[in-house]
């Protein structure tokens, strides 16, 4: 119910400004920047052909008018009229409330013969109209199409004058029919002129006219005309989109969502999108994993599907686990393939680092094996063993090289393989390949784990290392062997320096630079070693001279 202030204006033998046409009942709350005399009303109070009445939009609020015949001017002669206007001020009057209250009888037809000039008159409340659109037959919806898709063309461009009949063929009024069909708050910013072309003063961006030649400027596309038509066909079935519903988005999902949710996913639009996932079948359609699958994408560069699939994952939390439980996969099937930190997929669930390495763990615990240490899965080895997960490094890859550079680069991974290491009962077939990278990596390896570890895997790793090894590497590790506490066994000459694969040069001279520790580990006396050294040449550190050196003491190495 809208209260409004009233003015009547017409012929009469006493108005507010004496006999003639003037103003002859006024509220006292009528605006004054609309006015009550005729330099001010204007066209409003103009005369007319015949009856008219709409909805006129001002600056300030709303006009709802009529205009009618009435007969004998106060003088007896032919042509005079009467226009009754409502002031709305807080424009919530629609054109089906003025269309209703017209057919109502609201608006006067003539001035009672005791009316009196007063500017007390008492102001007029109109309904907010409910719809009572009666049965529409399929011709009625064929009529129809075209004036409900020409209003609906010009909402959605937001302005926009549309021309409609006063009826069907079939006698239906044009205007009361469109306006029962679309929802009040979507009509709200549409204005109402019938059986009159002028909309002097009017500031609606929307002008629908009835029966008066007014042309067009609204073309309807094809979106118009289904949007029409499935709501004339819903009208059919008594089916009614509620009146609050304001934006066509809203319309649209109101009378496409069973379609949308049959169509191809990939085909739907961000809206289209929102609309199925705010829809009572949005569990159902998140069963499927495309449909799944082209949702988080979108949401991905669209804040509005994205906030629409978040509110219908929680909602369905069956769907939400689903979903889960393949991003999840997804990420362990990046680890294991070798992927790079930031190359795992992090999925719309938001995965956290903690659960990640959860999986990963009970994923190794189930016999699943990397096939490369990645930058991925290096990262979650060394988390997994932060948080202390339950990891067996000897059994967790055949990407040894990759093992072997995570635990020399974290303390942390190689804590833990150290730990392993000094437990095993059992050895793996890879153990001595292990050690070999772990030495290629840094030969002090063997200092932290070669104690632990059987002989036969210590030396089947040294000379599978030495032959890898530069130069200068091969002597840091035959003088680690040579310097460990395993020293003595002649592992540094026999293992390391003559299977190295070095020229007999290189040799000879890494030989006679560290001759004393060699052969100390060799199981030379301590007195040979010396009196060698000196007959070699080599002073304290056991170097010979170049031409010694070149002649060689040791037995030519088989190649």
């Not at 919806?141 to 209003?151: N, Q």
């Not at 708050?185 to 009017?202: E, N």
């Not at 669930?349 to 659960?355: F, I, K, P, Q, S």
Request: hydrophobic share 45%; aromatic share 6%.
């Amino acid at each position: 119910m809208t209260t409004c202030a009233q003015l009547v204006y017409t012929s009469a033998s006493r108005t507010l400004e004496g006999p003639g046409f003037g103003v002859v009942q006024l509220s006292p709350d009528w605006p004054a920047e609309v006015g009550d005399s005729r330099a001010t009303l204007g066209p409003l109070i103009g005369l007319g052909a015949g009856e008219s009445c709409g909805l006129l939009h001002t600056a300030g609020g709303r006009i709802a008018y009529r205009k009618v015949p009435a007969g004998t001017d106060a003088f007896g002669r032919l042509g005079n009229y009467l226009v009754h206007l409502l002031w709305d001020g807080d424009g919530r009057v629609t054109p089906r409330d003025v269309l209703t209250f017209r057919s109502s009888g609201g608006f006067l037809d003539e001035l009672p013969g005791d009316a009196e000039p007063s500017r007390e008159a008492p102001a007029v409340e109109v309904p907010s109209a409910r719809r009572s659109l009666s049965a529409l037959t399929d011709d009625d919806v064929d009529a129809l199409v075209p004036c409900v898709a020409a209003v609906l063309a010009a909402v959605a461009a937001g302005a926009g004058v549309v021309g409609l009949p006063a009826r069907t063929a079939a006698g239906r009024d044009v205007a009361e029919a469109v306006f029962d069909v679309l929802p009040r708050a979507l009509a709200s910013a549409v204005a109402l002129h019938v059986g009159t072309a002028s909309a002097s003063g009017d500031a609606a961006p929307v002008r629908v006219h009835v029966g008066a030649d007014v042309p067009d400027d609204v073309v309807p596309d094809g979106q118009d005309t289904a949007r029409a038509r499935a709501l004339l066909e819903a009208a059919a079935k008594k089916e009614l989109c509620s009146d609050n519903v304001r934006k066509l988005e809203t319309l649209d999902r109101w009378l496409f969502t069973d379609t949308w949710t049959g169509m191809d996913p990939a085909s739907l639009t961000p809206p289209q999108l929102v609309g199925v996932l705010e829809s009572e079948k949005a569990g159902w359609w998140l069963s499927s994993r495309d449909a799944v699958d082209v949702a988080c994408a979108v949401a991905a560069s669209s804040p509005e599907v994205e906030t629409a699939l978040r509110t219908a994952l929680a909602q369905h939390p069956d769907a939400w686990d689903r979903l889960r439980d393949r991003e999840l996969d997804a990420a362990l099937t990046a680890v294991f393939g070798g992927a790079a930190k930031e190359a795992v997929p992090t999925g719309f669930t938001g995965l956290t680092r903690a659960e990640l390495c959860e999986a990963f763990v009970d994923e190794l615990a189930r016999g699943r094996r990397l096939t490369e240490v990645g930058g991925a899965a290096a990262a979650l080895v060394e988390e997994s063993v932060t948080l202390a997960q339950p990891l067996a490094l000897l059994e967790l890859t055949d990407d040894l090289a990759g093992l072997a550079r995570l635990a020399t680069s974290r303390p942390v991974v190689r804590d833990v393989l150290v730990q392993e290491w000094a437990g095993v009962d059992e050895w793996p077939a890879s153990s001595a390949s292990l050690f070999g990278h772990l030495l290629l990596e840094d030969p002090d390896w063997f200092l932290t784990l070669a104690g632990s570890a059987p002989p036969s895997l210590v030396r089947s790793a040294l000379p599978w290392a030495a032959e890898r090894l530069t130069a200068s590497m091969v002597e840091r590790l035959a003088v680690t062997v040579a310097a460990s506490e395993l020293a003595g066994q002649g592992w540094a000459l026999r293992d390391v320096l003559f299977r190295s694969g070095l020229a007999d040069e290189e040799v000879a001279a890494i030989v006679a630079r560290n001759f004393l520790m060699l052969a100390g580990d060799d199981g030379w006396p301590g007195e040979v070693a010396r009196l060698a050294a000196g007959t070699l040449g080599g002073g304290a550190g056991g170097e010979a001279s170049e031409g010694r050196r070149k002649t060689g003491m040791w037995p030519r190495r088989r190649r």
